[in-house]
C-alpha cells in the first residue's frame, strides 16, 4: 500500500510541530523517519495513524483519502507507538487477543494470530504473566505484537527498539527483515546503524520540515561521509553537501 502526503501541517496553538510535508511512502517499502528529540516524527506518525488531527494537508492511502475513509484506513494499518499502550492488568495473551478482537477478527482468528505472533516474538514464557510486571523491553515486545497481530498492509514502528538489550534489538531487526517487502513499514529510530540496516529510503526529518529524502546510501555519498551517521549530523547541521 502507497502513502501520499500532501501539505501535512500540524500545529499547537502557534507552534508548529510538522509544517507544510509532502512526500510519499512507496509499496511495500521500510521508510524511516529520522530526526533529533522534537523534530516532529512522532505528531507525523499520530497524524498518519489518524491518533491525533491534522491542521492542514491530505493523506491518501492508495486511493483512499483519510479524511473521508478513515474507518476502513484503520482496518488495515497498525502502530506500536513510542509509550507502550499495554493494559497493564491483562496478561500478555489477554492484551494481543484484545487487539484482534478490536478489530473485529472472529474468536478463532484472533486466537490463531495470536499463538502464532506470540511463537514468533518468542514471548512464550510471558504468555500468561500479567503486562505490568514485563520489564521495559519486554513490554516493547509486547507493543510489536500488538500491531502485528492483525496483519496490517502499513505499519507503523515509533522507536521500536528503545530500551532493547542488544540480543533483543538483533532478533528484532531479524524480524523486521523478515517482514520488509510483505508491508509498508514506517519506522523511526535514533540508532543510525538500524536505519541504515532496514531502511529503503530515509527521510530527514527537522524542526518539523522533510530536509532531505534518500536511500541510506545515498546520503552517505552526496554528503562524502563514511557512515550514516556522520551524514545525518551533516545534514541536520546544514553543513554543505
Ligand atoms: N500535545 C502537544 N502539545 C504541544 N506540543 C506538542 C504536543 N505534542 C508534541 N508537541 C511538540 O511538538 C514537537 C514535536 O514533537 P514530537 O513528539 O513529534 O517529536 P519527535 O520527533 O517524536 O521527538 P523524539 O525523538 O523525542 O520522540 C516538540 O517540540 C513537542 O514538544
Ligand atoms: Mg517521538
Not at 497498525?78 to 473485529?104: D, R, W
Not at 530536509?211 to 552526496?222: A, Q
Amino acid at each position: 500500500m502507497t502513502i501520499k502526503i500532501k501539505n501535512l501541517t500540524k500545529k499547537y496553538k502557534d507552534f508548529v510541530a510538522v509544517n507544510n510535508v509532502s512526500f510519499d511512502i512507496k509499496n511495500n517499502e521500510t521508510f524511516s523517519l529520522l530526526g533529533i528529540n522534537g523534530a516532529g516524527k512522532t505528531t507525523l506518525i499520530k497524524m498518519l495513524t489518524g491518533l491525533t488531527k491534522k491542521t492542514n494537508g491530505e493523506v491518501f492511502y492508495d486511493e483512499l483519502n483519510m479524511d473521508t475513509n478513515l474507518n476502513e484506513i484503520k482496518q488495515i494499518i497498525n502502530i506500536s507507538p513510542q509509550e507502550n499502550a499495554v493494559a497493564e492488568s491483562l496478561t500478555v495473551k489477554e492484551n494481543i487477543m484484545f487487539i484482534a478482537k478490536i478489530y473485529g477478527f472472529s474468536k478463532e482468528k484472533s486466537l490463531k494470530n495470536t499463538e502464532n505472533i506470540i511463537n514468533l516474538l518468542n514471548l512464550q514464557e510471558f504468555e500468561n504473566k500479567k503486562a505490568k510486571i514485563l520489564s521495559g523491553g519486554m513490554q516493547r515486545r509486547l507493543s510489536l505484537a500488538m500491531s502485528l497481530v492483525t496483519e496490517p498492509k502499513v505499519l507503523f514502528l515509533d522507536e521500536p527498539t528503545l530500551g532493547l538489550d542488544v540480543l533483543a534489538r538483533e532478533q528484532l531487526w531479524d524480524l523486521i527483515k523478515k517482514l520488509k517487502r510483505k508491508m509498508t513499514i514506517i519506522l523511526t529510530t535514533h540508532y543510525m546503524e538500524e536505519a541504515e540496516k532496514l531502511s529503503n529510503r530515509i527521510a530527514i526529518i527537522h524542526n518539523g520540515k522533510i530536509i532531505k529524502i534518500d536511500t541510506p546510501s545515498s546520503l552517505i555519498k552526496s554528503t562524502k561521509t563514511k557512515s550514516l551517521e556522520q551524514a545525518f549530523v551533516k545534514i541536520i547541521k546544514g553543513e554543505k553537501i
